[in-house]
């Protein structure tokens, strides 16, 4: 293998730094404008949320129970759940035990309606409230609304965390 040739070399180098040496450009001044001496404006707070009114309020505590009750109903029937697929463990796919377990697993979701139900109608219930407060038809309580749907929203999802934990212990067909 022959060395590189230094004649070649020295040409490229040439080449290279003689883009470097190229006409000056005009390039913007990094001076401070005089816009970035003017007086910064203060942005006002945003306005304090509005509560509920009564009816609201009323409309949302009856959604918040609806969840509640679906949460009773859902622990309730995951103690029999529970039960049913740890006698499954181990068992073949459509025994007796593992057709239990199924059983038991659908009863579990649906005993969950109850909250599924409840934060379904206060999605709506925002999304409604919402465009009334955009269309100057109502006044606030869109947080009211917000934190019962947070809360139903956490108690749906660790119903479907449970229930799906659940459903890994059986074997699937």
């Known amino acids: 293998m022959s060395g590189m040739n230094p004649r070649r070399l020295l040409t490229a180098l040439a080449l290279f730094l003689s883009g470097c040496t190229g006409a000056s450009q005009n390039y913007p001044s990094l001076a401070k404008r005089p816009i ?3 007086p910064v404006a203060k942005l006002s707070p945003p306005p304090a949320p509005v509560p509920a009114d009564a009816a609201l309020s009323a409309e949302i505590a009856k959604y918040v129970g609806q969840a509640d009750k679906g ?3 859902f622990d309730n029937a995951y103690a029999r759940a529970d039960r049913a697929v740890g006698a499954a463990k181990g068992a073949s796919v459509s025994s007796d035990a593992w057709v239990a377990a199924q059983v038991a697993i659908s ?3 649906s005993a969950r309606n109850d909250s ?3 934060l379904a109608s206060l999605d709506t219930l925002y999304v409604q409230r919402s465009n009334a ?3 100057g038809k109502a006044g606030g309580g869109l947080e009211d609304i917000d934190a019962a749907r947070s809360a139903a ?3 749906v999802d660790q119903q479907n ?3 799906d934990a659940m459903k890994t212990r059986l074997p699937q067909p």
Request: net charge negative.
């Open 36 to 38: 970035e001496s003017a």
């Open 71 to 73: 949460a009773a109903a």
């Open 107 to 109: 009863a579990l979701e």
């Open 116 to 118: 599924v139900s409840a």
């Open 133 to 135: 407060v955009a269309d």
């Open 153 to 155: 929203l956490g108690l």
């Open 161 to 163: 965390d449970r229930i």
